[in-house]
């Protein structure tokens, strides 16, 4: 179903102790879509995403206010468990960061912790199809059991997006995921968003004004803590509405 | 922050220098044309010779352009009111050469012309169109430079004037063919020429709907008012 919101965001503001990161953004996040979050270095792009799975909770001194919901409901809600959430929403970071476990393991955790799978077959199947959606079957079905930190930079990014998508979450959010990728791995990376967003909501946070240009269908701009612009991002990368996203793109505030 | 400058310097100095290509192109061709105006009034063969052996390095401008807004593309990846300006760089530079084979064109026939009976009048008229069209073409140049979408829709209006001022004269050409069969050939060339002046208004036109692209990021959609079309009755 396109053009459903998945995610929408109502006036969220969040501080950390007294620095104010990011101020009454409102954005509606379409389900099925790759959603693009650009802009300088501490605009607050990561803050918000992080506010998606509530990652932020982890941090004692922040505080986040206003209303995100997901399908409807609010996650910020007391019933809402974040761990429950997490499974719902998996994310993936800048770093590749596999467990210091076999490549197995690494795509099985979460499924087993959530526990997801009835029995071993199960289990082997559900990791298998992660394995295969994220991309890496080919290059990896032979050694399953070698450990995940032995795969090269990019396959380690690719497992930590299969441990992800493990859970079969609605929405994935992705923090530079290819930032420390070289080009080859990082257009692999590009395929399989591409293909991720048949299946599920994503949310990616990139400093590549270019790979947002070319991954995402929306792009958000993020300017000190403000959501400025979020359209469509042809229109963005083509004829953006607002000055201040017009100078960030074309490189002229950095 | 500088909103003006990329900060990459060498980024805009790359924008800079492919204008600055693109405005020469615009000098030499408004020049051919007036040139080959005048060569037509003064039937000054030396002069039509110049602007038809010109229009070579109009040509070698345009593949400058053409290789250097590539270049841009490849190398700068330009966004938003960068990536409108390198299209419609090329647009205008496309435009420009056409201007200058019309030119060329006009200078052809004024030698042709020359061995030719004076039609009375005529070259007089044309030399008022080609005027009037490289004052479109110039203001259309200049609101390019400025950004000035007002300019650039004054130039989209005036190019009415240039089609009733060819109207005018196909009228006259026609007038003169009926008079005396004598003057057939004579009055063919002229009206080619008219024509292609008439071309070169429309140009003027197209660059500056691209000034207006450039600064808005859409062309106008409104339809540009269209002076009295030649197709009725005894016009032709």
Redesign the interface.
Known sequence: MKDTNKIEARRVQVHYGQNHALRDVDVDILDKTVTAFIGPSGCGKSTFLRCLNRMNDTIPTCRVQGLITMDGEDIYDARVDPVQLRARVGMVFQKPNPFPKSIYDNVAYGPKIHGLARNKAELDEMVELAIRKAALWNEVKDRMQAPGTSLSGGQQQRLCIARAIATSPEVLLMDEPCSALDPIATAQIEELIDDLRAQFCVVIVTHSMQQAARVSQRTAFFHLGSLVEYGETGQIFTNPRDPRTESYITGRIG | ????????RA?DRDLEAVQALVLKMGGLVEQALSDAATALEARDDALAEQVRNGDAAIDALEEQVNTECARLIALR????????MVLSVMKIASSLERCGDYAKNLAKRSVVLGTMPVIEGASGGVRRMARQVGLLLKNALDAYIARDIGLAEEVRQQDRDVDQMYSALFREFLTHMMEDPRNITACMHLHFIAKNIERVGDHATTIAEQVIYLAT??LPSDERPKGEAVISGNGG
């Open positions: 922050m500088n909103p003006d400058r990329h900060i990459s980024f990846a330009p966004t938003a009111s960068d990536l409108r990021g859409s």
